[in-house]
């Protein structure tokens, strides 16, 4: 399969997974640094599996959504919220149009590297969250990256309409060791375990291995 | 008239003639510091202009571009074609996707600071060149931006399908001094008069005289 696609990743389950389920096609991994509390114990695991897999990976700065940006997610530990993942609780997490700008500089980098394609994790279980994790986002996204690029440029987001639980039930199928990925929006120590991102993850693995001792 | 629409301010003829047409809903000016050759030549007039109108601006320092973006807009003063402005001749310039990224980035500050409109100088005479100037994508990346904000955030490009004489007919009969702006791509102490930006940027003031003397 031809190396042509540039993935966006995170080092948290779902673009993990992705790295390791599309691993054939991808010849480049790119992670932000943007000053999110758990930003360092993600890169470290993005920069682990691309290391494992000998994936290119690369981490950009974006020093003003630290800056410029208000979100509990670049507010430090307590400012998380603790119950469960939900549109309501997790708003507060929401770092304005993210997707948007990450999506924005892979197109420019996958045009400067002739590669014809940027995969994004985004999933099923964000939408009600993150509106640039919807399906009306993604496929306008996906226009203007085409259009404004001379190598018509796509986005390719397969995971757009799958759950977490899925997600998690294909990594486990691939042998993933999800301990080795970072959910914890605190950032601490040890991923809290009490935060809604540690709950929502708990929650996939919980039921994806339920599913998996059904099959 | 409510100050509601961010800028996404060069300190070059376009942005700068946008900047006092619309004057009155521009509540802020987003500039960027990509290591542009002429890059400080033109923040130096886009401070000016923002300070004379009593508009706030913030500078955004985009670091990866230079670091991985390949372009002759990048690469030093004698990398700039010296021709006329036109697609082959331009095509070195390309910087990768740089108006969906600036435009990313400030869909993202609009949202955060609860401004609804963000502006863009893209013109008619860009098309050919740049395609993320093109009315294709500029209509894609506002779908983009509306459904991937909370507030809806839109895109305005009144420039899109307006020439470079048009603008500077607009900006000389609004008494616009384009002395204090900068079109130079090669970024020396002074204009150098021979690059295409140089020769783009005379042919428009001209026409746009000629215009003028007419009406």
Known sequence: MEKNTLIVLSGGMDSTT????????????????????????????????????GIKHIVLPLPFIKDYF???????????????????????????????IMLAIAAGIAENEQLQYIMLANHAGDHTIYPDCRPEFVNAMNEAVQAGTWNNVQLLTPYTNISKTEIARRGLTLGINYDETWS????????????????EREQALMEAKQLMDKE
């Open 18 to 53: 992705m790295l390791y389920e599309y691993q054939q096609q991808i010849a480049l991994a790119v992670s932000f640094h943007y000053g999110s509390n758990h930003n360092d114990k993600e890169l470290h695991f993005a920069q682990l599996h691309c290391q494992r897999l």
């Open 184 to 199: 914890c929006y605190r950032g601490g120590e040890q991923q809290c375990g009490t935060c809604a991102t540690c709950r």
């Open 70 to 100: 208000r979100s509990s997610l670049l507010a430090g530990a307590d400012a998380i919220p603790s119950d469960e993942y939900n549109e309501q609780n997790m708003h507060s997490t929401v770092v304005p149009f993210r997707n948007g």
